[in-house]
């Protein structure tokens, strides 16, 4: 049985098996389909601390091959459930040395279960594509969905932004100070973000807003060279010249998987705090796929690096949440209502 089961392969999941395996856990990644995640798109890193320049397929290769080296194993497979509180049974218990009642988690992918100690999901989001024709093609060359990791490309470069949102507002006013010229399209003519970032974008010179309008179309044969924008009162067309199209009209996480049993948020990203802990005891989520507002390279590492935490102390070996000691380990049960002096008694009385 592993001690922990971590659900998708991306930034935040290896970085989270390279710390529980330093902490001398056994642990599985599920991966879908293959290793790295989004930043494996990214044709180049620069805004990784410590780290120059990176290819984002190089970045995500040299942290999976990290946690390979350390002991990692990795399995192919959807996940497609999680169980909690599952009793160990006879086999499980004998090989681990707990009681058969002991609870343990179970992962469920379309082939095969994966009984745990804990689980860590980072499973990330997906960007919410145009889909548009050639959206696909052109991404890495002039499409791209993330004006943190891309914008630097396009200095001095027309480039245009998608969207109403704070990340497509934040992206065309970030683009803007290098950029010599911003074109934000935005289906409606109101804004979702938040005003006083919208107030930010009317003082810019070189942003020209697109109101109630729509990409219609990309073109550019090797790289995107224009975008056909259409008008949806009036139904009008026009061709707008740029070198980048900054697609910011939000993600799509999937962890239909794990729902009810752990607290998911409207838009579907899994809801906890810096702390990475769900409502469930023992499961933990890590990166993108996490509420939150900063969605980085760095921020799915950091994530990673504390999810892990908890799972990987040694002072916490088994089963998190269900209260069964492994063999050899005594539990000292205490009253809610004990005053911290008393529970400091009855510890100091089982160490004697
Ligand atoms: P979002 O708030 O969901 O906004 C997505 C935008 O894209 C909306 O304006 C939406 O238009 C538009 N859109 C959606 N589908 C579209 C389509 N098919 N074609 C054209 N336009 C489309 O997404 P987000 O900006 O990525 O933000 C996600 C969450 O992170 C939000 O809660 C946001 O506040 C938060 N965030 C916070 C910060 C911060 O606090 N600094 C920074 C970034 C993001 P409509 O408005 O017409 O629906």
Redo the contacts with the bound molecule.
Sequence with gaps: MYDIVIVGAGTAGLSAAIYALRAGRKVLLLEQLSYGGQIINTPEVENYPGIKKISGFEFATGLYEQAKDLGAVVEYGKVVSLENDIPAGDEIAAAEGISPDAVIKVVHTTKKAYPCKAVIIATGAKN?P??LPDEERLTGAGVSYCATCDGAFYRKKPVAV???????I?DALFLSNYCSKVTLI???DT???DAAEVEKLKSRDNIELVLNS?ITSIIGEDRVKQLEVTDKNTGEKRLIDVDGLFI????IPDNSAFSPLVEIDAAGYVVAGEDCKTNVAGIFVAGDCRTK??RQLTTAASDGAIAAQDPAKTETPFTIDSGVPPAGVRMCRLSPSSTPSARMLKLLSMLR
């Design positions: 919410r145009l889909g998608n969207g109403g949102g704070n990340t497509a934040e935005h289906r409606r804004f979702r973000a729509t910011a009209i939000g993600q507002t900063v």
